[in-house]
C-alpha cells in the first residue's frame, strides 16, 4: 500500500511470489486503490492475488509477467522489455516464443545471465484445429490461486465475466502444481460456478508440476474435460512458472491466433 501510494511509483515489479502471499490481501485496502490514480503491478505465480484482484475488485489492468529478479541478467530478453513497452501504453503483439528452459531448481542461477533455451516452443490446439483464433476481455494467472480465491470475499470474478460479457471473455491459466484428479475437478469448481460463461477462448500455460495419477496425462485431462465445451482451447503457450513467459495484461482485450505451432498475442486497449 505504500508503494501504491507514492505518487513517485509508476510502477510495482514483484520481487516473488510464495504459497502464503495470499494472507497480505487482508491489508490491501482495495477500496482506496480503487479511487486512487492507476499504476501497473507485475508478477507472476501467487502474485495472482494482486494482478487477479486488482482488475477484478478495481477495474485496473495489471501484467502477469516475470517478477523483477528475471531483469538482472545482462541482455534483457525480449519477454522482459515487451513489459515496458506495455507499461508505456502500447498496443503490441507478441509472437510465440522460439524456445523454453527446463526448470532446474537445485541449480544456482547466474544473476546476469540469459535463459538456458533448449526445449522448441510449440502451441497446441486441444482438438486438431488447423487454426484457433479468438478475442475477449482478458482474466487469468495461476490456476492453483484462482482456485484458491474462488468462494472467497475477494472472488468477484463472476461480477467481472458479467460487466465484460459483450467483450466476450479470454482465460488464460497455467498449473504450477496439480495432480492430473485435482486439475480436472477443478476445472468442473470453475465450470460449475459459472466462470466459463461467454468464453471466446482460453490459452493454458505450460505446467510445471503435474502428478499424473491414475495414468492420466496433463494433455489428456485437457482433452477428457473440454470435449463437449464449444470453447477453442490452446496449450502449451509461453506463459507460468517454465520461462521465459510473454507478459500478458489482465483486464484488457486480448487478440489470440494459433497455427502451426506458433501464435501470438496482441493487447488492446480499451
Known sequence: MSLWND?????????????FMAEILDKIDFEAIKKSEPKWYQGYSDNTNLTLLLPTLCDIASIYGQNVKDYGMANLYGNLTNSFEIM???????NSLEKYEIPDWDKERDAFAGYDLTEPVIWKNLKGEEKISFRGRSI???????????????????????????????WFLEVFEMSTPAFYINLWKMKNAGLFEHCKGIMFGRPLFVREDYETSYEETLKQFF?????????????????PQLPIVT????????????????????
Open 7 to 19: 505518487d513517485r511509483v509508476g510502477a510495482i515489479i514483484s520481487a516473488t511470489g510464495g504459497d
Open 88 to 94: 508505456q501504453g502500447k498496443e503490441i503483439t507478441q
Open 140 to 170: 487469468g494467472g495461476c490456476f492453483d490461486c484462482v482456485v484458491n480465491l474462488m468462494g472467497t470475499r475477494f472472488d468477484k470474478m463472476k461480477d467481472y465475466i458479467e460487466k465484460y460479457k459483450e467483450d466476450g471473455i479470454v
Open 227 to 243: 470435449k463437449d465445451m464449444d470453447i477453442p482451447v490452446i496449450y502449451d503457450v509461453d506463459c507460468g512458472h517454465v520461462s
Open 251 to 270: 483486464g484488457a482485450i486480448l487478440e489470440v491466433e494459433s497455427s502451426n505451432g506458433k501464435g501470438t498475442i496482441k493487447n488492446i486497449f480499451e
